[in-house]
């Protein structure tokens, strides 16, 4: 064990630890402040300790050791949340799942299988491809499961094949004094007691740490297209994706960057798009019924002022495209060097979706800040990525000012602070004001009962 242990972390627990680990518990302030935020966060909240367990069984030990002396558990995977998920306010040990790793099952002919909680989408895409199979939930970075289920994630694809929410059969949860439990199983419905597997996801590990997960696996479309088209403004490409989701249209991903977005995409992945604003979109199925989707969102970009219709099954230029569009964050961040980039979200009605994303252009260009908008769309959630400088208290003053107006814009219309984001520590105080005092007060009765001490993640989701 390191010499340098922090003050609230005691000799006995870490002692345990240190045995039960090896080299694989840590106190070195180098690696806790590795662990002390994640993306896209601002303030470091070291914890006293960092613990890399391998099995279940192991963070069952470190559960039970920390449960016995009233030490905070923090769980946390590849670290690319954005809401100060995984920062350790309230210190304790950060215990992180990376080194969980293996693809425990496959059931081809069940279209399931079950994950460790280390185990990254790219990782686990890698591993199905061979068997004619894929896992489609993608929010851009290549997060672990564990982490994706615990902040119930989204992404491109969501329009399609749903959230992590709608694709997870079942659960292996450690509870805060180490219980192991399973939740869920692979029928595909269940009318047996409480649906224990949805109160875990989304809980951004409040109430247990999530080391196993059972999903729902997808066969690799027959065709896979992709798309892109150019509005000359905003409205535009956003009337399009409203109709193509009212009318049915079964497109697999649709995106949409702003101008300023692809100005920054063309420097950053060497592209020569037209400077305005896109829409990026994915057909999946057979040969024929990809060239109809694409044929029917040509025609209604064209009603919207859209041009430049281009569409393509080559492999290569898809994958071009839509890594440019996983690498918005970065492309953001070269657009004003020396900046950081703090990354919202919300989500709204698809009705709603036009108005709200024009409104917060207005608002951002108004207060002459850098901030481009991407957004899957198709289901009404959008981003803004805030290019602040790290110097300049005014500018994060008015990027939050923005921020907190886009939120009660979205809530207003019944639309969501967080689509796929999580609460965690920068979003409590919407908690009460998107549900209400009774339903928020449900959500703390719930968190009482599994975690009576607040070991859990503490200070995430409620004020």
């Known amino acids: 064990m390191d010499v340098d242990v922090a003050d609230r972390l005691d000799h006995a627990p870490a002692d345990a630890l240190a045995r039960l680990l090896g080299d694989r518990f840590t106190t070195r302030v180098g690696m806790r402040e590795q662990y002390g935020r994640g993306e896209s966060y601002p303030h470091l909240h070291l914890p006293d300790a960092v613990a890399f367990p391998m099995t279940t069984q192991e963070v069952s030990e470190i559960a039970r050791i920390c449960s016995a002396h009233g030490i905070a558990m923090v769980p946390s995977g590849a670290g690319t949340s954005l809401e100060g998920h995984i920062a350790a306010p309230h210190g304790g040990v950060a215990i992180n799942l990376s080194k969980m790793d293996r693809v425990l099952e496959v059931h081809d002919g069940d279209l399931d299988g079950i994950v460790e909680a280390g185990v990254t989408r790219e990782a686990l895409n890698h591993e199905l491809r061979d068997r004619g199979l894929f896992f489609p939930i993608d929010p851009g970075a290549n997060a672990t499961l564990g982490g994706m289920a615990a902040t119930r994630a989204s992404g491109t694809n969501a329009v399609r094949y749903g959230t992590m929410a709608t694709n997870i059969l079942g659960l292996t949860v450690v509870q805060p004094d180490g219980t192991i439990i399973h939740t869920g199983g692979r029928a595909r419905k269940s009318a047996a007691g409480y649906d224990l597997t949805r109160l875990y996801v989304g809980s951004e590990g409040t109430l247990g740490i999530i080391t196993q997960v059972r999903l729902r696996l997808y066969g690799i479309p027959e065709t896979i297209a992709a798309a892109t088209c150019v509005f000359d403004d905003l409205a535009g490409a956003v009337a399009t994706v409203t109709e193509l989701v009212q009318l049915g249209v079964p497109v697999a991903r649709v995106e949409f960057l702003d101008d300023v977005q692809v100005r920054a995409c063309n420097a950053w992945s060497h592209l020569d798009l037209p400077e305005k604003p896109h829409l990026f979109l994915e057909f999946h199925g057979s040969p024929t019924a990809t060239a109809e989707q694409a044929d029917m969102a040509a025609m209604l970009a064209r009603g919207n002022g859209g041009s430049d219709f281009q569409w393509t099954s080559s492999t290569e230029e898809r994958n071009r495209l839509w890594k440019a569009r996983h690498n918005a964050y970065f492309a953001a961040v070269a657009l004003k060097p020396g900046a950081g980039v703090w990354t919202?979200?919300?989500?709204?009605?698809?009705?709603?979706?036009?108005?709200?994303?024009?409104?917060?252009?207005?608002?951002?260009?108004?207060?002459?800040?850098?901030?481009?908008?991407?957004?899957?769309?198709?289901?009404?959630?959008?981003?803004?990525?805030?290019?602040?400088?790290?110097?300049?208290?005014?500018?994060?003053?008015?990027?939050?000012?923005?921020?907190?107006?886009?939120?009660?814009?979205?809530?207003?219309?019944?639309?969501?602070?967080?689509?796929?984001h999580g609460i965690g520590l920068m979003k409590r105080h919407h908690l009460v004001h998107e549900h209400g005092e009774g339903a928020v007060a449900t959500m703390r009765a719930i968190k009482q009962v599994l975690d009576p001490r607040n070991l859990m993640n503490p200070g995430k989701i409620f004020l």
Do not use: K, W
Request: charged share 25%.
């Open 344 to 420: 919202s979200d919300v989500c709204v009605p698809v009705s709603h979706l036009s108005d709200a994303v024009l409104a917060v252009r207005q608002d951002i260009d108004a207060n002459g800040l850098t901030a481009p908008i991407v957004g899957h769309v198709g289901d009404g959630n959008f981003h803004v990525l805030f290019a602040i400088d790290p110097d300049d208290a005014g500018e994060r003053e008015r990027a939050e000012q923005v921020y907190e107006r886009m939120i009660d814009r979205a809530i207003s219309v019944g639309g969501s602070c967080t689509g796929e």
